[in-house]
Nanobody, 124 residues
């Protein structure tokens, strides 16, 4: 089992940027597919971005395409989500997720390891 800890959330004005980090322990992430999801109050958890084990393939939700970038550093066992041009509708708890198969997928059921989440609040 891999343990995931997110960090980097906070309060930012619309148009601003944040960089989320997801640090893993317990296992190396180098063979894992990784994803970021988010959940706004009163809404279901939704897919944001995913990256393959090597970083060679990425996949984004349409709502964040062109604004968010997912990346990983396998040497540091860490995955990142760079969020630019933030909008109030990006406000949510952001979760990091891992799956032992290294390809890219965008649905919740494909991930079996989850972090506790980090709050991102974008003010207008």
């Amino acid at each position: 089992q891999v343990q995931l800890v997110e960090s980097g959330g906070g309060l930012v004005q619309a148009g601003g940027s944040l960089r989320l980090s997801c640090a893993a322990s317990g296992r190396t992430l180098s063979t894992y597919g990784m994803g970021w999801f988010r959940q706004a109050p009163g809404k279901e958890r939704e897919f944001v971005a995913a990256i393959s084990w090597s970083g060679g393939s990425t996949y984004y939700a349409d709502s964040v395409k062109g604004r968010f970038t997912i990346s990983r550093d396998n040497a540091k066992n860490t995955v990142y989500l760079q969020m630019n041009s933030l909008k109030p509708e990006d406000t949510a708890v952001y979760y990091c997720a891992a799956r032992p198969i290294g390809n890219v997928i965008g649905y919740l059921a494909g991930y079996n390891n989850w972090g506790q989440g980090t709050q991102v609040t974008v003010s207008s």
